[in-house]
């Protein structure tokens, strides 16, 4: 038996806590504010987690358009809390965290900034598997000794293969990254697919591999098992009262399932379930004032039905009723798989679900193909989200850009340097070299921010202010 | 390609659907209505289940007692419904679907009637795993050409070794069981666990292997990977509205699980996502009425962590709190496993999670182990239950039950025939010969029911009988 045990190479698995970002993101509309993580920074530090996921993402635009909160200082906070864990964060590429393609000296700028600020692991991807949208976020990170992970966005269809995977692996570590990520944002990752994956990544590149899912349709904890076992190295989780559902399977479950295997995290349970014991009062808080929607709960099989993300499903049955047209359903359905193939087969993902979702529920009601054609769905066809796996349908891009010269290089090759008249832009709000990079990506909601904050700098309570204003309506 | 999938031999798994019993009774307090059920009656009967599970366990005393409903009738009506389908059921060996033992002569009879009535599948089972309160009910389903299937309870602790297992197994298949059950109530078996059980069962015995386990503590959907992929044949699962949390894994989600592997079970998405429609507005109905409290959807890591059901945990910290207790929870934890011990070290399932934990919050509030000794735990030292799978503590059972003889005979056979006795007693009220089994278990509850259908069978509303009573004040 000793033996036996003896035989069998110990391989940890390492955890990637994501209670702090994605989590919450998933399930409470990014809403958990600073106050409400500092508390337990202090317990979760003991854990011994590969990485605590607390920044980036959608985090800074709500922290800045919702609870008011400075990003930079919430970062900085959780840098001061956090002596022995490393801190990570999710970067769109050249989006940052935002929604546009922005020039490389932001993106530099803001890798710089977020690792001085205290970022460990730059978690980077792009929603078209564009390499080239990666490159200067990747270079920045490096250059600032920061561990650039990238991130593949997961998806199926003809075009990708186990070839294009391993392909996509290589390409990933020549480019530098320190890690590759397997991004499946809407579960559609299966167990015995997560097999086949690992397995192929793992003979195509030696640096570590991390599995990102969601528990959306049901089967995430299976797959990260038949990931773990056919060698990934990471698997991101979250804390049990704020886990499954459309957020990551529990840490403490995925802990103890391993537990006695060779995969054993080594993860201490009593201490785990304190953590669970300081979140789970804001779950049972949020469902009952509906920001946890019990529906974001349960298991969404329609994923798994037809291949696309719960989220773009909900997506079409709401356009659909808009216009009055839900038996178009079906039909929409059917389209949806047509017009991802005319646009190249890009993933399922934001921005691109909605463009191809959008573009297949105009195809339907208006009678023809492309009789309609979407401003985003123009700019993508136009080569301005980049490169996608396969070439677009040409008579279809004829028909929706016309003379347009499509553009092949990569995107943000055609942005002018913007930092400069950002910075002067906004600079009677610059309190921070932070805050020119919180405008560039949210110029209106930054600046109500630098306003508010100067209200509440001025002592002036902003309630007071409210009222007052309320004394002299107009 | 061709040649590798040829060379994987094909066993496609089984699955047992729980909706109708266990699902409803886990979620929702066993209050589905016979009405509830027969709309999707026709489309559940062509998935190809290996059977469905509607009967038995607490359905039985709830239709009686809340739902008005004869258990008998809606037997009956889900027998004409399913054509194809086989129709399973729990029975709880010698307690029949009550909470005593009962005679022989009950027990037969009831069976009997069971199949009579429409039950293919019997799943017997016993607290203690003590097999002689199993002999007379599988003998019975046996000699009515019904399928006994034997279910062990499955529990942690030094007596639960592999090869107790392998023997209980050999045993069962001796006593001419068709099917054996690992029957994890609480959640406890762990993935690990599961590969080496199935395997070790697989050894022991040649009757199929099927796994029933809940979602509790969260790795349900991995054991039941892990035990297939051991050779397990056969997985109890329920529609996803009313799975996981303290139900068990998604039917969906087990057949996407298993799809394109050797264990594919066949079975159609399209079609289980009808019946899922079916079924989710009664989920979002009882998440708004209370009915489903958002508690038993989480995931509870507490069963893992102290190897006792969540449910059992919840009643200790209930009784402290009543006595004022709350600070001797710890204590109490640790006494637990010590009453255990020291009574034989018994399955922790009803009633022995009560009696166990009422027993160690008497030892640790009164000062002294056994000063206070429950009727229960008494009954059970005097073997009155039957015999646990360790010896009970001499010094423990002296101090307990001072010089009253233990029993060790199988408890039944001090039982003198009922059922002659019970007729006479309830004949004003038979209707059908099913009556008296129902009155059996339930004297009062089948009383007041019989009352109830007499009044609705003479026209008269039930509701102005009520008011007619009010009207005469005493
Ligand atoms: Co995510
Ligand atoms: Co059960």
Redesign the pocket.
């Known amino acids: 038996m000793a033996n036996k045990e003896k035989s069998i190479e110990k391989k940890p698995l390492k955890i990637t806590e994501t209670i702090l970002r ?1 989590a919450h993101q ?1 399930l409470i509309a990014t809403r958990m504010t600073t106050e409400q993580m500092l508390p337990i920074v202090d317990k979760m530090d003991q854990i011994g987690y590969h990485a605590v996921e607390c920044w980036g993402g959608a985090t800074f635009d709500a922290s800045l358009r919702f609870l008011k909160e400075d990003p930079w200082e919430r970062l900085r906070k959780l840098r001061d809390g956090f002596k022995n864990t490393k801190l990570q964060m999710l970067f769109r590429g050249q989006n940052i965290l935002g929604y546009n393609h922005y020039a490389d000296d932001v993106v530099e700028y803001f890798v710089q900034k977020s690792i001085a600020n205290g970022i460990d692991i730059i978690r980077i991807f792009d929603c078209l598997n564009d390499l080239r949208n990666l490159e200067t976020a990747v270079k920045a990170a490096n250059k600032e000794n920061g561990h650039a992970q990238i991130a593949l966005s997961y998806t199926l269809g003809d075009a990708y293969t186990l070839d294009y995977w391993k392909d996509m692996a290589k390409r990933i570590e020549d480019m530098g990254a320190k890690s590759l990520c397997i ?1 499946d ?1 809407a579960g559609l990752l299966v167990p015995v697919k997560a097999t086949e994956l690992v397995q192929a990544l793992k003979e195509s590149v030696d640096i570590p591999i991390d599995l ?1 899912t ?1 528990y959306t349709s049901g089967v995430a904890s299976m797959t990260y098992m038949k990931a773990v076992e056919a060698g990934c190295d990471i698997i991101d989780t979250a804390i049990s009262p704020f886990a499954m559902g459309t957020s990551q399977p529990a840490t403490e479950v995925m802990v103890e399932a391993f537990k006695g295997t060779p995969y054993d995290t080594g993860l201490d349970l009593d201490k785990l379930a304190e953590i669970a014991d300081y979140f789970r009062p804001m779950r049972e808080e949020a469902l009952k004032t509906g920001l946890m929607n019990t529906k974001v709960l349960g298991v969404n099989i329609q994923t798994l039905r037809y291949q696309v993300p719960g989220g773009m499903l909900s997506n079409l049955v709401s356009q659909l009723k808009e216009m009055g047209q839900e038996d178009k359903y079906e039909q929409v359905l059917e389209e949806v798989p047509k017009v991802r193939k005319d646009f190249g087969e890009p993933p399922l993902v934001t921005p691109s679900s909605q463009i191809v979702g959008t573009q297949a529920v105009l195809n339907v009601v208006s009678g023809e193909r492309y009789k309609m054609v979407t401003k985003e769905s123009k700019k993508l066809l136009s080569g301005e989200f980049g490169q996608t796996v396969k070439p677009f349908d040409k008579e279809v891009q004829k028909k929706c850009i016309g003379d347009t010269k499509p553009i092949t290089c990569r995107p943000a090759d055609l942005i002018k340097p913007q930092l400069a008249d950002i910075e002067k832009e906004m600079a009677q709000y610059k309190q921070q070299d932070e805050d020119v990079l919180s405008y560039a990506l949210f110029p209106q909601v930054a600046t109500e921010f630098f306003k508010y904050r100067e209200a509440q700098q001025n002592k002036v309570d902003a309630a007071a202010a409210d009222t007052e204003s309320k004394a002299y309506p107009v």
Do not use: V
């Open positions: 994605d998933s991004k944002m990102h969601h």
